[in-house]
């Protein structure tokens, strides 16, 4: 007889009962449940060999100062433009203690870390979701649902409340950490190109090989909540797990497997290139693409009305740069404040020099307002980045010139109505 395989849908690894909650296997090892929203939204389930509460009593205590950059003080940014230097001096310590927080709003952060020092710790954020971006470094991250491998270009995901720790492979290490604190970050789609751009669900790459440890000692976990840091000890390693079930869980996305939307004849806005959206935020990855043929292919000078912009410099020639900023770097720019190409990318489009491809990565995060920035950014700023525009107050080609408003009215009546070139043949008779 034909032997069929059937499979529940809902992802499991290692040894579950045949349905949470149920089951003579509960009788024997340990069921836990990591629920969001109130136990109504999305849910796992992880089998533990001893009891996740089994905590020494008297070994739990506050830890204050534990991550002073992280908490560095807020403040309105006001209306310049920043750019942060290279990964910051300090603080530097392990992932967690050498955490730096550059910008905030009320329900999404965005932090910078340069892990020297291994974790002699595990973590678990209580307040937020966090999206981790590897601009430099490799290693494994270690979670209750199995190990993650991750190197330079990946972003990880550690869910809100899981039990971790990274483990740093040699070489230096540089991080950009995004916190969501309202919800978990959800795949942006528009509705006319579907679910496959600009990546697919099945680029994200979940852990599927469980290490659980049946060890006993001393496990601290610090745990984060607001600006709490609290520990606890425990007598058998965390990751005890035998087996995991549910869709709340860590995962890796690669920058690569962004395939990034383009077009011909306009220019894509940085809406275009959504990969996840949360609340009160949107994370945007401008990656190695074809330039636009025709049309604009620098950006247009905007005001972004509702955000402050965040961009992480990862890769390559920044087109919008105009060589002013370098890998690593990460520019601020304030809700409402104009910015755009700076002068030598506009050159460049003007004098039609088409590189053919834009090779570079950022990551952009855009902060509904109101955002406030911390002392610590500021403390990074540096102080030359508004003169980054300095070629449009000093460059004759884009200077005051008294016959400005005729040159233009003579070029608009050439111009205004001229089409592109890639488009459909016109039909005799038709303007
Ligand atoms: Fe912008």
Redesign the pocket.
Same mark, same amino acid.
């Given at each position: 007889m034909e032997k069929y395989e059937y499979f529940s849908g809902t992802p499991e690894v290692g040894i579950v009962p045949r349905a949470p909650h149920a089951g003579p296997l509960l009788r024997h090892v340990y069921e836990q449940e990591h629920g969001r929203g109130g136990f109504a939204g999305k849910v796992s389930h992880t089998y533990h060999l001893y009891p996740p509460t089994n905590w020494l009593p008297g070994e739990g205590r506050h830890l204050p100062q534990w991550a002073p950059g992280w908490e560095s003080p807020l403040r309105p940014i006001g209306g310049l433009h920043h750019v942060l230097g290279v990964a910051p001096a300090e603080p530097a310590g392990d992932v967690y203690r050498g955490m730096g927080r550059l910008v905030a709003n009320a329900t999404a952060a965005m932090n910078v870390t340069v892990p020297r020092a291994p974790m002699d710790y595990f973590f678990e954020h209580h307040g937020a979701t966090m999206v981790f971006f590897v601009h430099e470094g490799r290693g494994t991250l270690e979670t209750t649902f199995g190990p993650i491998e991750y190197r330079k270009g990946d972003f990880l995901i550690v869910p809100k409340g899981v039990t971790h720790r990274f483990e740093l492979a040699p070489g230096p290490h540089y991080y950009w950490m995004y916190e969501s604190f309202a919800g978990d970050p959800e795949k942006s789609e528009a509705p006319t190109t579907g679910q496959f751009i600009t990546h697919s669900r099945s680029d994200y790459r979940f852990p599927r090989s469980l290490d659980t440890r049946n060890e006993s000692g001393r496990f601290e976990i610090v745990s984060k909540v607001d600006g709490v840091y609290t520990r606890r000890v425990h007598p058998t390693h965390p990751f005890d797990v035998i087996g995991w079930r549910g869709e709340y869980l860590p995962y890796k996305f690669a920058v690569e497997d962004v395939r990034p939307l383009v077009a011909d004849r306009s220019h894509v806005p @940085?809406s275009g290139h959504t990969i996840f959206k949360l609340p009160g935020c949107y994370l945007c990855v401008f990656t190695v693409r074809s330039v636009e043929k025709e049309g604009m292919w620098v @950006?247009f000078f +905007?005001k972004?009305l509702d955000y402050l912009?965040t961009l992480g410099y990862h890769f390559g020639d920044f087109f919008s740069g105009g060589g002013v900023v370098g890998a690593g770097m990460v520019s601020l +720019?304030p809700v409402g404040l104009p +910015?755009?190409p700076k002068p030598r990318s506009l050159q460049a489009f003007m004098d039609g020099a088409n590189a053919g491809v834009h090779q570079e990565v950022g990551i952009m995060a855009d902060f509904a307002n109101p955002t406030r920035v911390s002392e610590l950014a500021l403390g990074l700023s540096r102080p030359d980045y508004m003169s980054a525009w300095s070629g449009y107050t000093t460059d004759p080609r884009f200077t005051y010139a008294p016959g400005r408003l005729a040159e233009v009215r003579a070029l608009g009546e050439r111009l205004a109505d001229a089409r592109d070139t890639l488009r459909p043949p016109e039909d005799e008779g038709r303007a």
């Open positions: @940085p @950006p +905007h972004n912009e +720019h +910015h755009g």
